[in-house]
């Protein structure tokens, strides 16, 4: 199969993807605190959702985990 995705290996892109992620990033922020009213509760939402997010990615490496034990213990109970 043909991989479109390759490895960054120039300077000037890499520059460009981060200066592309924050440009996201401040538009992303000023479309919260338009919705919001003000910066005091756009930061309580910010907090929240990053705790969300932490608390999300946790239970997602616990199921990985937890299937990645049920394969191991398949494949050596087959050896």
Do not use: C, P
């Not at 401040?26 to 605190?33: D, E, R, T, V, W």
């Not at 997010?53 to 997602?60: F, M, V």
């Amino acid at each position: 199969m043909l991989s479109i995705m390759v490895d960054l290996n120039s300077k000037r892109l890499i520059y460009l993807k981060v200066f592309l992620f924050l440009v996201i990033l401040l538009f992303a922020k000023g479309l919260i605190i338009a919705q919001a009213g003000s910066w005091q509760i756009s930061l309580l939402l910010q907090y929240q959702i990053s705790k969300k997010q932490k608390q999300l990615t946790h239970r997602i490496d616990f199921i990985y985990l937890k299937l990645l034990i049920e394969l191991l213990l398949r494949t050596r109970g087959t050896q």
